[in-house]
T-cell receptor, first 117, second 112 residues
Framework: NAGVTQTPKFQVLKTGQSMTLQCAQDMNHEYMSWYRQDPGMGLRLIHYSVGAGITDQGEVPNGYNVSRSTTEDFPLRLLSAAPSQTSVYFC????????????????FGPGTRLTVL | GNSVTQMEGPVTLSEEAFLTINCTYTATGYPSLFWYVQYPGEGLQLLLKATKADDKGSNKGFEATYRKETTSFHLEKGSVQVSDSAVYFCALSSGSARQLTFGSGTQLTVLP
């Protein structure tokens, strides 16, 4: 298994540009989420999904869109990039059914470092 | 709402020293508690967890005990190694929600 993969690793945008951060997992996990990591603030939840076709907002959703058309993929779209969106973005997934010791353990991707000029 | 407070970093220790990183939380209901570790340039990895009061999570020599009376989940290790240098995050999830609430992270550097 590749686990959780994210592309690109690095990206530089100009203010106002749009782009999509890709996230995929091959573990058949129902739950997927996006976090942003900023210095001194830990990770903050942007959006999450409990299954294909279902998404919801987290703590800091403004300026971001998501969709979940398949179990495997959960892309994050920046509609009009702003310097305040300069951050490191992490995607995570977890299995939410079936119980067992791994239930609800979140697996993280390697992150995308985004700079908005 | 939920919140997690971690001790301020950075923390610098010599190899084989004792480590404590304090973590306290505020949550509704009965949260599950986690410690995640982030090595340089990588994503977060689950280090250990505890799902109910008085549970002790342990992994790779690290331990943390879920203390409901003090709402704490302090991370400890008896003898740190250079390879333990990383950022450590305390986190919780509560109720039926899967979302994690994170502390701000503590940078640990272990010197040889």
């Amino acid at each position: 298994n590749a686990g959780v993969t994210q592309t690109p690793k690095f990206q530089v945008l100009k203010t106002g540009q749009s782009m999509t951060l890709q996230c995929a997992q091959d573990m058949n996990h129902e739950y997927m989420s996006w976090y942003r990591q900023d210095p001194g603030m830990g990770l903050r939840l942007i959006h999450y999904s409990v299954g294909a076709g279902i998404t919801d907002q987290g703590e800091v959703p403004n300026g971001y869109n998501v969709s979940r058309s398949t179990t495997e993929d959960f892309p994050l779209r920046l509609l009009s990039a702003a310097p305040s969106q300069t951050s490191v973005y992490f995607c995570a997934s977890s299995k939410t059914s079936g119980g067992g010791p791994k239930a609800n353990e979140q697996f993280f991707g390697p992150g995308t470092r985004l700079t908005v000029l | 709402g939920n919140s997690v407070t971690q001790m301020e970093g950075p923390v610098t220790l010599s190899e084989e020293a004792f480590l404590t990183i304090n973590c306290t939380y505020t949550a509704t209901g009965y949260p599950s508690l986690f410690w995640y570790v982030q090595y340089p340039g990588e994503g977060l990895q689950l280090l250990l967890k505890a799902t109910k009061a008085d549970d002790k999570g342990s992994n790779k020599g690290f331990e943390a005990t879920y203390r409901k009376e003090t709402t704490s989940f302090h991370l400890e290790k008896g003898s740190v190694q250079v390879s333990d240098s990383a950022v450590y995050f305390c986190a919780l999830s509560s109720g039926s929600a899967r979302q994690l609430t994170f502390g701000s992270g503590t940078q640990l550097t272990v010197l040889p």
